[in-house]
């Protein structure tokens, strides 16, 4: 088995306890804020005041998945179609006009990942490690993995790559499952988070998250072709160390940014794996962006924009301060973050005023906000789908 330590000469393997090898984003932003914050008691945040209503959009359907959804399981957007996991195990598929049910099926035991799909194979990693591929609702086979998975996975050119939460990479055969590659992920780092890394084809490269870095790897054999350094671990213990990057990342042709956790986000050329810039900023879920910018918030719920091509800030609003925000999403001439109190914000892409505020349940939002059919659809906990339309 191929090594990135070898390939790119990480520090030699070390044996590590399996109770260090995780870490829960909670606990690790949680712990994050209590530095931030400096104080026993949460803030609380802040009022609004009215919906400043300068968009005009009206809720035009939801949809009840029949169980509660996890967090940090990001929802699949395939044309006009949008696809996702409960905590049961269900893989759910509506119609992102109508909000109706297009098809659905069960893994058979809880999920810890989104579902990752080429329109034809739809693959999901399971709470033992199965990696389970479908299609059209029946299963098609299932492969044992030697490490927790969190980052859906990725089925492109007939194959099913798969990066583990240990950063490690194994490519199989989308019919078969027969393994066609692996390679481990480095051995130094003690700690590793569980939520979704970067894992995404762009040209003839897998584009994935390595510690602070990211990786252009040869699809075909799993060599590593360049390494890009986003963040280096820095502080005194191993939380204020961890520096894995999380998705979603923002792409714009060759230009592909993302942010490193709690530590900073950044810009690489893929093309030439130079990066275009990094700026520090501590934030725990990732990025979007257009051609002009890159937007993100911070984990005290400061949201922020930079510019895509030189990464100076472009504007900063902390109106939106202690309220825990899911990654951006930006939507015509809007950026749409939702909460944790079931509120989608959607904030002027040219200074971040607020545009409008939707509602959904006090359950709170469980995945970032996606677009299909022209239908801006946010999943609550709750296992509720809304999809809200402009007028």
């Known amino acids: 088995m191929k090594t990135f330590a070898h390939q790119v000469k990480f520090a030699a393997p070390a044996a590590q306890s399996a109770a260090r090898v995780l870490v829960l984003t909670a606990v690790a932003a949680s712990l994050a804020a209590c530095s931030m914050f400096g104080g026993k ?3 609380k945040p802040l009022d609004l ?9 009206h809720q035009a359907w939801s949809a009840k998945l029949g169980n509660e959804v996890p967090l940090a399981m990001p929802a699949l957007v395939q044309g006009n179609t949008v696809t996702v996991v409960t905590k049961d195990g269900s893989v759910t598929t509506l119609d992102g006009n109508t909000g109706s049910q297009l098809g659905k099926f069960s893994a058979g035991e809880p999920l810890t990942t989104g579902v990752g799909s080429d329109g034809q194979r739809t693959a999901v990693v399971t709470r033992s490690n199965q990696l389970m591929v479908f299609a059209e609702g029946k299963q098609l086979w299932k492969n044992n993995l030697t490490a927790a998975v969190y980052t859906p996975p990725l089925v492109a050119g007939g194959r099913v790559f798969v990066m583990a939460a240990d950063r490690s990479l194994a490519a199989f055969d989308a019919n078969t499952g027969r393994e066609l590659w692996s390679v481990e992920g480095p051995s130094n780092e003690p700690l590793i988070l569980r939520q ?9 490269n897998l584009v994935v998250g390595v510690s602070g870095r990211l990786a252009g790897v040869d699809p075909d054999n799993g060599s590593v072709r360049w390494m890009a350094p986003l963040a280096a671990p820095r502080g005194t213990n191993d939380v204020e160390r961890l520096v894995d990057l999380v998705g979603p990342v923002s792409r714009v042709g060759s230009s592909v940014c993302a942010r490193a956790f709690q530590a900073s986000v950044g810009c690489v050329d893929v093309s030439t794996a130079n990066v275009r810039w990094a700026q520090a900023s501590k934030g725990s879920d990732g990025v979007a962006g257009d051609e002009q910018a890159v937007f993100g918030a911070e984990s005290n719920g400061t949201v922020q924009a930079w510019n895509r091509a030189d990464g100076q800030r472009l504007w900063s609003i902390d109106k939106l301060q202690y309220r825990k925000l899911t ?10 973050l939702a909460d944790d109190l079931g509120t989608v914000h959607m904030l002027s892409r040219e200074d971040g005023s607020a545009l409008a505020r939707l509602e ?6 469980a995945t970032s906000p996606v ?13 509720t789908v809304y999809g809200f339309k402009p007028d």
């Not at 005041?49 to 959009?57: C, D, L, M, Q, S």
């Not at 990654?327 to 749409?336: D, F, N, Q, T």
């Not at 677009?371 to 296992?383: E, H, M, P, Y």
């Open 327 to 336: 990654a951006p999403l930006v939507l015509g001439r809007s950026v749409v």
């Open 360 to 365: 959904t349940d006090k359950a709170g939002v």
């Open 196 to 204: 979704p890394g970067v894992l995404q084809a762009v040209g003839n």
């Open 49 to 57: 005041g009215a919906n400043p209503g300068k968009i005009a959009v």
């Open 41 to 43: 008691d949460k803030p």
């Open 371 to 383: 677009v299909a059919a022209n239908t801006l659809v946010i999943v609550s906990r709750s296992g």
